[in-house]
């Protein structure tokens, strides 16, 4: 069975670095064709695609947020981790991680998703 | 970026109706289109993938169709578990991906 969870603070100050981590079960994030992708959702709003990360370690990002975001994985530990520099209160959203099987080598849907962290952005 | 922009955002129906959600990108994407539903407090759902794949154990009164930047997702026959959020997202291959706006689907 395939899983996703996301971890991390709920709560971060203006102007920190937020750090989410994605732990995976089911599918190894070195596996040909793995794609997992970062989406948040502000309260009341749209889902929004943040970036992603393919199994050769190609990383894409939002053009919006591309000079704050980092996205990464820890082969040792099966995690997809996502860094966002300067947080602002219009980053408070619930924020999930999202897997495309690995047989569409990243062109298809996001079959699997994690419960989604909240993350408050409030000095 | 490619924008992907749905309407209606509000579509008020009721139980047994036919209902269609459209999806316009801002240029080609060929069939690189998913849709997916999202209830309140809860993980968005695939519905369908490739524009008109419906993925598995979704019910097949839920279909989708079009190409290139034009996109429609129908529920024939509108049963009370319907009403939810719809989401479209592109996922070309060439260009970073998008949401849709999201269409909310409530009871008239």
């Known amino acids: 069975q395939v899983t996703l969870r996301e971890s991390g603070p709920a709560l971060v100050k203006p102007t920190q670095t937020l750090t989410l981590t994605c732990t995976i079960s089911?599918?190894?994030?070195?596996?040909?064709?793995?794609?997992v992708s970062w989406v948040r959702q502000p309260p009341g709003k749209a889902l929004e695609w943040l970036g992603r990360?393919?199994?050769?370690?190609?990383?894409f990002y939002s053009t919006s947020l591309k000079t704050r975001l980092t996205i990464s994985k820890d082969a040792s530990k099966n995690q997809v981790v996502l860094t966002m520099t300067n947080m602002d209160p219009a980053d408070t959203a619930t924020y999930y991680c999202a897997r495309i099987p690995s047989e569409a080598y990243c062109l298809g849907g996001f079959d699997v998703w994690g419960q989604g962290t909240v993350v408050t952005v409030s000095s | 970026d490619i924008q992907m922009t749905q309407s209606p955002s509000i579509l008020s129906a009721t139980v047994g109706d036919r209902v269609t959600i459209t999806c316009r990108a801002s240029q080609d994407i060929g069939s690189w289109l998913a849709w997916y539903q999202q209830k309140p407090g809860k993980t968005p759902k695939l519905l369908i993938y490739?524009?008109?794949n419906l993925e598995d154990g979704v019910p097949s009164r839920f279909s989708g169709g079009g190409s290139g930047t034009e996109f429609t997702l129908t529920i024939t026959s509108l049963q009370p578990d319907d009403f939810a959020g719809y989401y479209c997202?592109?996922?070309?291959?060439?260009?970073?991906?998008?949401f849709g706006q999201g269409t909310k689907v409530e009871i008239k």
């Open positions: 990360i393919e199994w050769d370690d190609d990383k």
């Open positions: 997202q592109q996922y070309n291959p060439n260009s970073l991906w998008t």
């Open positions: 089911g599918f190894s994030v070195s596996t040909s064709g793995m794609c």
């Open positions: 490739d524009a008109s």
